[in-house]
C-alpha cells in the first residue's frame, strides 16, 4: 500500500512497434505522428503536467529516440532561430522541452502492457501514480486526469477510466463490471476482462488509457502471468487488486467518462482528431472549417 502522498509521477508507455500504422512507423515511432503539428505524445504530456504530473516517465524502446528528442532542448536550432529573430519559433521550439520533467526507461523485450509499467517500479517507488496511454487522446477541455486524482485521494486505492461502448466494440478493449458509489460518476470495479470474445463482455464499461495507481500494482504484477496475446497484461493485474482488501493496496474503483476522446491508436480515429482539432483551431479553424463545408457538400450521398 502506498505512503499517503498525493501522486506526483505520470508513466507513458511508449515501447509499442505501431503495427497499425505502417509503413509510416516503420523507421519512426507511432507517438511522434503529428496531430496537425504537434506529436500525439507531446498532448499526452501536457495532459499528464495540467493535472499537476510534472514528472513524466517514458517507457520506450531501441527505437524511439526520438520521442526522447522531442522533450529535450535543441540549442543549434533555437540559436539559428533567434539570429534570425524569429522568436516565435524559438518559443515553439521551447515549449516542449519546458513541459514537464521527462525521464525515460528502457522496456527490453516488449511482453505486454502489464510489465512495460514494471519496468517503472524503480522510478515510482512507493506512491500511488499515473498512466496516460498515448493511443488516447483526452480533449484538453475535459478534466478526466484531474477527477481521477481527486477521487482517489477521496476513496483511495486504484482508479481507472471508463466509457460506455457500442457492445460490438468491446472486444477491443479491457471491460469493467461495476456497481455504483455514492460519487456521482464513480464505480466501484469488481471484475475486468481484457478485451473480452464477442458477446461475453461483463458490462458496456471499457477502459480506457487513463489510469491512477497504487504502487502494489507492482508486486501483483511481478507475479501476474500472461494473459491474453500470450503478454502480461495491465488489466489483469487490476483485477488481482480489486480483490485485494484496502490495506494491501487493494480496491479498484472507475471514473466514467463521457467527454471527448480520440483514438489516435486507430486510422479513422487518428483522422478524426485531426478533423476536429483543426476545425476548433484559431489559426486554421475558420479557413479548414470553410473548405470542410464545401468539400463534404459535394460528397456523395451515402
Ligand atoms: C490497452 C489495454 C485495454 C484498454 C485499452 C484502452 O489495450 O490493454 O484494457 O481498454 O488499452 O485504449 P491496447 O489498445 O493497447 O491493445
Redesign the pocket.
Known sequence: MSQTHAPTKAVIPAA?LGTRFLPATKAMPKEMLAVIDTPAIEFVVREAADAGLDDVLLITSRTKKSIEDHFDAVPDLEAALAAKGDTAKVDLVRASSNIATVHSVRQQNPAG?GHAVLCAAQHVGNEPFAVL?G??LIDERDKLLREMLDVQGQFGGSVIALMEVDPAQSH???CAAVTPTDRDGVVRVNDLV??PAPGTAPSNY????RYVLDPAVFDVLRETPPGKGNEI???DALLTLANLPAEQGGTVYGVVFTGRRY?T?DKLGYLQAVVQLASEREDLGPAFTGWLREFSAGLPQA
Open positions: 509499442g502492457l496511454l493511443d488516447d477491443l478493449y479491457g481484457e478485451k471499457a477502459v480506457i488509457g497484461q495491465l488489466t483514438d491508436g
